[in-house]
């Protein structure tokens, strides 16, 4: 069966599935400049690629979430059979012997997802999910250690004075999906609104840098500035709020702020960008791996911590800043952020050892900053 590939209700491409996986098998474009930001219109390889980001994946497809694929065999059936809508962009896919409009599929413009689940086009490994609340989505994240490091991303940006991010609210619950916990047990969910909407589309950083060739020696940071700017945003307010988030990201020691977990907001009728989207998904941070926060981390370790990202590690991150625009003074304490994690349910011990490596990241944070140190080779 052939689909239409379409942006709101302009027909992009031409597409078929297989009907048993759901990958793209062809693809004909109509329309090249809607196709979406850094994915080729030439063949179907990229767009393919796109397809397949854009699903479930398989590691959260088999969790204890209730996924119910119907007649779909695997998410990018699922997918598909779900229109390919999402609460990120207003793109989706439409069977050719149908005659629906943006409008009765856009997520936006719905109280009622009997009809579709866009929880089909929601990424990553944690267990997550849109639900309507008063017809209104939120987002629903479960794990009550994830859930406590995106309040204390939230009431750091807070804090700071930095506006542009997704407030994170801690919840006891996540309705249908898991029992309110015993009283004094923690909380399991954080929950947050869409930072997009009909009218603003978020584009992954993965697919903005793929719009243009990086040379040999451009930077990964460099890069993702020139693409920025070659797709009309203005360079330094680019910089300015990556240099942000690079900070605050080695303070929690997030080490998951890969190319998908970052990106740009565009004006989805003129395609025109407006700029970054705000700072979200900080979950996987604080020594958040299974082994990593049972002990102290000594102080050299705090130098080698690899990452999943821009950077090959977070020191090198910090090496880009020209201008620190963190207010140290204004950050959680050692206390509160110990408080926060025993008021969601981790025990004191563990709470205190991630706690006290929190503020050994402070440290040397300041001390970077403030005196100008630089690390050994040997430390390197």
Same mark, same amino acid.
């Given at each position: 069966m052939n689909y239409t590939f379409k942006h709101r209700d302009d027909t992009v491409a031409v597409v078929s599935f297989d009907s048993y996986t759901g990958q793209v098998t062809t693809f004909s474009v109509v329309n090249p400049e809607l196709m979406p930001t850094g994915v080729s219109?030439? &063949? #179907?390889?990229?767009?393919?690629k796109w397809w397949k980001y854009r699903a479930v994946?398989? =590691?959260r497809s088999t969790t204890k979430f209730p996924y119910n694929f119907g007649q779909a065999f695997n998410p990018c059936a699922y997918l598909r059979d779900n229109f390919g809508v999402s609460l990120g962009d207003c793109y989706w896919v439409c069977p050719e012997e149908m005659d629906f409009r943006w409008e009765e599929v856009s997520p936006f413009n719905t109280s009622d997802w009997r009809d579709f689940d866009?929880?089909?086009?929601?990424g990553g490994d944690q267990d *997550?999910?849109?639900l309507l =609340?008063? &017809?209104k989505p939120y987002l629903y994240k479960i794990g009550a250690y994830e859930a406590v490091n995106e309040y204390i991303a939230s009431e750091t940006h807070r804090r700071q004075g930095f506006g542009h991010y997704v407030p994170y609210c801690l919840s006891e619950v996540c309705p249908g999906l898991s029992e309110r916990t015993a009283e004094g047990e923690g909380f399991t969910a954080c929950v947050c609104a869409p930072f997009t909407s009909g009218d603003v589309e978020y584009v992954p950083a993965w697919q903005v840098v793929n719009t243009r060739k990086q040379g040999n020696s451009t930077s990964n940071f460099e890069h993702i500035l020139d693409c920025a700017e070659a #797709? &009309?945003?203005d360079r330094e307010k680019v910089r300015e709020f990556l240099e942000y988030q690079t900070i605050t990201d080695f303070i929690f020691t997030n080490i998951d702020r890969h190319y998908t977990n970052f990106g740009f907001l565009r004006d989805s009728k003129t395609l025109r960008f407006l700029g970054p989207a705000p700072i979200f998904d900080t979950g996987n941070s604080m020594f958040f791996e299974p082994d990593s926060h049972l002990r102290p981390v000594r102080y050299e370790e705090l130098f080698k911590i690899k990452t999943n990202g821009i950077f090959r590690n977070e020191y090198k991150g910090l090496g880009v800043v020209r201008n #620190? =625009?963190?207010d140290f003074e204004k950050l959680m304490s050692y206390e509160e952020v110990k408080d926060a994690y025993v008021k969601g349910g981790v025990d004191a011990k563990t709470a205190d050892i991630i706690a006290g490596n929190y503020r050994s *990241?402070? *440290?040397i944070c300041k001390n970077f900053f403030e005196t100008g140190w630089k690390m050994k080779k040997t430390e390197q």
């Open positions: 219109p030439v &063949g #179907c390889g990229e767009f393919r994946p398989f =590691s866009p929880n089909a086009a929601l *997550k999910r849109w =609340s008063d &017809g #797709c &009309g945003m #620190c =625009s963190v *990241k402070i *440290k």
